[in-house]
């Protein structure tokens, strides 16, 4: 098994989790508010169809047909930069719940076999930097994974909790500089050492073993916290270093403006998206 296929078979396993939660949800239960506001069930699932399908143009954008195809989808995004992806996830939310789970599970098929598609050594255009087809699917599981807690919270289920979340840790500690450019700060210099006990209890690490900023804990609370699904108050992570500390206040894995984050569990203030 390629490192593709990989990713490809934990992203299908994720999706397939999802859609076990959702398939057989009545309208209530489609129209239930997430904790990402303004946005429902259907609304989440709206989105993750809305980025696979525009993945698999992505993926296309090496043929002719295909690249003015990408283009109209740029196009879309330069005229409204910070409503598009809101835009099509409302869109596609308000499709009735049979239509969106069938162009859903076509759109989780036609994704792999798009990225399997690619060349070696391609790299496909995305809003951001390019990307390789095992970046891209790395991508794609970090938001599947984000967005289902969304749904499990509320639909009021406990996700499974498996060792597949180290694709969201290591793009987490890899956006580490992203996170402070993405606030306006300058980037620490010198690397950090990562250390997350994995969900099976294995240690992941990342960084030099002496290095002076370390960030410590569960890879759970990290990669929810990377995805902005908690509060820094209510992980475990232990921070030594004033940038490794600064770091855990503005962690942020995916692309666009710095998000609000959510308010701790000690509030008695909703949560943001």
């Known amino acids: 098994m390629t490192v593709l296929d990989g990713v490809i078979a934990d992203l299908t396993a994720e999706g397939d989790q999802l859609r076990a939660a959702v398939a057989g949800l009545d309208a209530d239960g489609w129209n239930t508010f997430t904790p990402a506001e303004g946005w429902t069930v259907a609304t989440t699932v709206g989105h993750l169809l809305w980025t696979d399908e525009v993945a698999v143009l992505a993926a296309g954008a090496s043929t002719e047909e295909g690249k003015q195809e990408w283009d109209a989808v740029v196009l879309k995004a330069i005229d409204d930069p910070y409503g598009f992806v809101d835009k099509g996830a409302l869109e596609l939310g308000a499709l ?24 070696e050594g391609a790299k496909m255009p995305w809003f951001g930097p390019p990307m390789s087809p095992t970046s891209m699917a790395t991508a794609r599981f970090m938001e599947t994974w984000a967005h289902s807690l969304d749904v499990y919270e509320a639909l009021s289920l406990a996700p499974e909790v498996t060792d597949r979340i ?99 569990t000690s509030s008695t203030t909703g949560s943001d998206a």
């Open 96 to 119: 009735p719940p049979a239509e969106l789970l069938a162009r859903w599970d076509a759109g989780r098929v036609a994704l792999p076999e798009a990225l399997r598609a690619q060349p």
């Open 166 to 264: 180290r694709h969201v840790a290591h793009i987490g500690v890899r956006t580490r500089n992203y996170s402070f450019a993405n606030n306006a700060l300058e980037a620490p210099s010198e690397e950090f050492r990562v250390e997350l006990t994995a969900p099976s209890g294995e240690l992941w690490a990342w960084g030099p073993d002496d290095a002076a900023q370390k960030v410590s804990g569960s890879a759970y609370d990290f990669c929810q916290l990377v995805t902005q699904r908690i509060h820094r108050d209510d992980t475990d992570l232990v921070a030594v270093g004033d940038d490794a500390e600064k770091w855990l206040t503005i962690a942020q894995a995916f692309a666009g403006p710095a998000g609000g984050g959510r308010v701790s």
